[in-house]
């Protein structure tokens, strides 16, 4: 079993930045794929960012340039820096985790196992 918690987020404005963070608890934290997901108010929870066990990165295209996932295995947790902030990222943020040390890049909610209790992002104009 793993545990995930947030912390971080916040409110800012636009070209702003805010960083959220997510700690998980058990261990081999090394062997998990990590992700970022975000739900805003009346729409489906999307995919923004995810980092596998090799460190290889992927973004959405909207997130891309500004958003930056790092993870940090000593301390079990991984990082989601968003720089450049818009309106349209405001959205709760959650993060996920699923034990996978393949190819495949994970997109999909669906695919992964665990998941954070969710991080307001709130950004103004």
């Known amino acids: 079993q793993v545990q995930l918690v947030e912390s971080g987020g916040g409110s800012a404005q636009a070209g702003g930045s805010l960083r959220v963070s997510c700690a998980a608890s058990g261990r081999s934290f090394s062997n998990y794929v990590m992700g970022w997901f975000r739900q805003a108010p009346g729409q489906e929870r999307e995919f923004v960012s995810a980092i596998r066990t090799n460190g290889d990165t992927y973004y959405q295209d909207s997130v891309k340039g500004r958003f930056t996932i790092s993870r940090d295995n000593a301390k079990n947790t991984v990082y989601l820096q968003m720089n450049s902030l818009k309106p349209e990222d405001t959205a709760v943020y959650y993060c996920?985790?699923?034990?996978?040390?393949?190819?495949?890049?994970?997109?999909?909610?669906?695919?992964?196992?665990?998941w954070g209790q969710g991080s307001q992002v709130t950004v103004s104009s």
């Open positions: 996920a985790a699923k034990y996978y040390s393949g190819h495949y890049y994970l997109t999909y909610d669906y695919e992964y196992d665990y």
